[in-house]
């Protein structure tokens, strides 16, 4: 994918760069995704990237929780068991911890967040299975 169409497509409202492509956790995305960390100190802070349909597995964040920051594009936000939020520049999603769910962009759509990261005492990720290809479709008809 290119990365100045994502760019093109964030359009000139994009306030943080895309940054590298995210290697590290690619095995747990469908489609491209890119990382940029604001900050790791204190308060982790990630501006997350996605590629148009890419999104990220169905994943637990044990202890801490996430919090989302919606910057740019058009994506998704589902709970397990729940029905998928829509997700547009502005919104804000509150992930408590020990929730499965998971994120990413519309199919027709780059999407970016910033990823902020509740600080807990013995935090991790789980990384569960991908996201339903039927059911991804379904959101996006």
């Not at 994943?59 to 929780?65: A, D, Q, V």
């Amino acid at each position: 994918m290119d990365v100045e169409q994502m760019k093109a497509d964030l359009g000139p409202g994009a306030v943080f760069d895309i940054g590298e492509e995210n290697t590290a956790f690619a095995q747990y995305f469908t489609g491209e995704c890119y990382l940029k960390m604001l900050t790791t100190e204190g308060v982790p802070i990630g501006n997350v990237s996605f590629s148009r349909a890419c999104r990220n597995w169905w994943h637990i964040h044990h202890k801490g929780g996430q919090i989302l920051l919606v910057t740019g594009g058009r994506g998704w936000y589902q709970e397990w068991g729940k029905e998928a939020q829509e997700l547009h520049p502005g919104d804000v999603v509150n992930i408590p911890p020990e929730v499965k769910h998971w994120h990413g962009a519309a199919k027709d759509s780059w999407f970016q967040h910033l990823a902020v990261e509740v600080p807990a005492e013995g935090g991790s990720n789980e990384w569960l299975e991908p996201v339903d290809e039927e059911e991804y479709k379904k959101l996006n008809a």
